[in-house]
């Protein structure tokens, strides 16, 4: 059942819904067709607040936490794969009782909604990927240190030293790459996407878990029915990005058949929605209302 807590705005809903994956928690906002927002490793929900707000005139916007992220609940033993990502999305939206979504991912929330929408292209009513894992570059070179951290044992004391001195998130060594301006994030964000992962050590094995089973036999595994996507599909890449450069939203492009062509961002990297929220939201909304469909309102 999914359950909702009003927050301190009143605009912004907070809930969770029991799925076979675990309990899944979520942020919502405005009322209309369902707009989904999937976020990649280490950050949460909190990713998509300004994309939540913006679109709550034309959309009943849905960001929610992954396995292993954020306020998600799940058993030590849960897959927690980008693939087990994918099925628990179908689970929350079965839930919820939603049909057809438009989706919108980064990082590795971008690849997940590509297995997503590659597995079901019936629930799509539009696609949107930003700067995201995509056919064999998953993990991405530049990530993979992170990934070894994490594999050799590493990620409690990586976790608590970017909690007690910020400044470690930020630095190249960690995820400043992932801006353009490092000093965007605050340390109420950087707190925000952090503390969940030390509640317990079961949460920060999860997020270890989560690294491990990065693989890109995942995206690999539905190239075939993702070059049969015919989904209206937006593509909007950073031109700035360590991890995924810009040739990848072309090969996007180029292999979905409802792509259009990539919109770029002058400069923009990984996290550039949260960081430049107007550089997706003006495309996205353009997109959005452009292969609008009558549909009666979700409550």
């Not at 369902?34 to 949460?44: K, R, T």
């Not at 707000?53 to 960001?63: K, L, P, Q, V």
């Not at 470690?168 to 994030?185: E, F």
């Amino acid at each position: 059942m999914s359950t909702h807590t009003a927050s301190s705005t009143g605009t912004v809903r907070n809930g969770s819904v029991d799925t076979p994956s675990g309990r899944i928690s979520y942020t919502e906002s405005g009322f209309g067709p369902v707009l989904l927002f999937i976020h990649g490793v280490v950050v949460n929900k909190h990713l998509w607040r300004h994309q939540l707000e913006h679109f709550s005139d034309i959309r009943r916007c849905i960001a929610i936490d992954l396995l292993a992220h954020g306020d998600t609940e799940i058993d030590a033993h849960q897959d927690v794969s980008v693939t087990a990502n994918a099925a628990m999305i179908t689970e929350v939206l079965d839930a919820l009782g939603v049909d057809r979504v438009d989706i919108v991912g980064n990082d590795s929330g971008g690849g997940i909604c590509q297995i997503f929408a590659a597995l079901n292209p019936h629930r799509i009513r539009t696609l949107t990927l930003t700067d995201c894992d995509t056919s064999d570059n998953w993990p991405p070179a530049a990530f993979q240190p992170f990934v070894d951290m994490a594999l050799a044992g590493g990620l409690t004391d990586t976790l608590s030293a970017m909690l007690a001195d910020t400044s470690v998130y930020r630095s190249p060594d960690a995820l400043g790459p992932a801006y353009q301006d490092p000093t965007s994030v605050t340390d109420a964000d950087i707190d925000t996407y952090l503390a969940p992962f030390l509640r317990s050590e079961q949460r920060t094995r999860d997020l270890q878990r989560f690294l491990a089973a990065f693989d890109n036999h995942h995206t690999l595994a539905i190239e075939t029915e993702l070059r049969a996507l015919d989904a209206p599909t937006l593509i909007v890449w950073g031109t700035d990005d360590v991890y995924f450069p810009i040739r990848w939203a072309h090969w996007l492009a180029t292999t979905i058949p409802g792509a259009a062509a990539p919109v770029e961002v002058p400069g923009g990297r990984l996290f550039f929605p949260e960081e430049l929220p107007q550089a997706l939201n003006e495309p996205l909304r353009a997109h959005l209302l452009a292969n609008d469909e009558p549909s009666t309102p979700t409550p």
